[in-house]
């Protein structure tokens, strides 16, 4: 007699124990789910931040009983003449002065920064680790806790109100951040390249500025960025050190100062998009650098962790 044969039922591969449903490509549905999640997370927050930007853009085409009356609304009449009017209040002058006090405190900054960080990345010596913690403790230090001494401080050395004083205090407060960030990209540069320069009879110099230096590219461009950043949005240090101290002292007021100036004088003369125009002009500048450096950047803040 032959032996009946038994049905087998076989069992679907998502209810097999201890395996992840999966969809007909493979893909675990668990991903799927998560994925979606934070593509709509990171739509939500991409809305949350351009959409204040159009709205910014937007006022500035507009007049005063357009914004009164519906601040959502689309502009009636397209025109630059509000931006011009915005240039001749002063936010040229404003501007210019912030310009100049960048385009020295932030390659100084970027300068000692780097070179501070290599020499605690590279060189053992007594109170290595001293220095490193003691600049990683200036960046944890609230910039209000130092303004009276800092304001005698600039004061005794009479830079009140001058590019130069400024340029100082922005490098010093600068400092503390691109020394940690820089720190721990230069300990994962290769050191074998750095013996290398050593044994062909470079100098510590030399091999810092032509061969470390140029590997660190991708780290300099990111510090710089945020410095650049970070310095073009200071408030604080400039409302208390770029004040005139006398009737002849001229006004330096760069753009963070300038802004409030015009919010001011426009809150009187009710003319809205002039002060929208006005930081309008003080955005664009930043989102060019950021668009133009954004892969640099995430280039810069992976590259230490993927090497």
Do not use: C
Request: glycine share 8%.
């Amino acid at each position: 007699m032959s032996t009946p044969i038994k049905e087998t039922t076989k069992v679907p591969a998502q209810r097999s124990a201890g395996r992840t449903p999966v969809r007909p490509d493979g893909r675990p549905r668990e991903g799927v789910v998560l994925n979606a999640f934070s593509h709509g997370f990171l739509a939500l927050w991409a809305l949350l931040i351009v959409l204040p930007l159009v709205w910014l853009v937007l006022s500035s085409f507009k007049t005063d009983a357009q914004i009164g009356g519906s601040a959502f609304g689309w502009p009636q009449h397209w025109s630059l003449d509000v931006f011009s009017r915005a240039w001749k209040t002063g936010i040229g002058d404003y501007l210019l002065n912030t310009v100049i006090v960048l385009v020295f405190s932030v390659p100084l900054t970027m300068l000692f920064g780097s070179m501070a960080a290599y020499v605690l990345a590279r060189y053992r010596f007594p109170g290595n680790r001293f220095l490193y913690y003691f600049f990683v403790a200036g960046a944890m230090f609230p910039v209000f806790l130092a303004l009276v001494p800092l304001f005698f401080m600039v004061k005794r050395l009479d830079m009140l109100n001058t590019y130069q004083g400024l340029i100082l205090v922005y490098v010093a407060y600068s400092l503390p951040f691109t020394v940690f960030f820089m720190h721990a990209f230069f300990r994962t540069l290769p050191t074998a390249v750095f013996e290398a320069a050593i044994l062909d009879g470079a100098s510590h110099t030399r091999t810092f500025f032509q061969v470390m230096l140029p590997m660190a590219k991708p780290g300099l461009i990111s510090v710089g960025i945020f410095n650049t950043l970070g310095q073009w949005n200071q408030f604080i240090l400039p409302t208390v050190l770029m004040q005139p101290q006398s009737g002849d002292d001229p006004e330096r007021y760069v753009l963070t100062q300038g802004l409030i100036q015009l919010q001011q004088q426009m809150g009187y003369a009710t003319d809205l998009p002039v002060l929208f125009a006005g930081v309008t002009i003080a955005m664009i500048p930043m989102l060019v650098v950021y668009l133009s450096f954004q892969r640099q950047v995430q280039a810069g803040l992976t590259s230490a962790t993927l090497k």
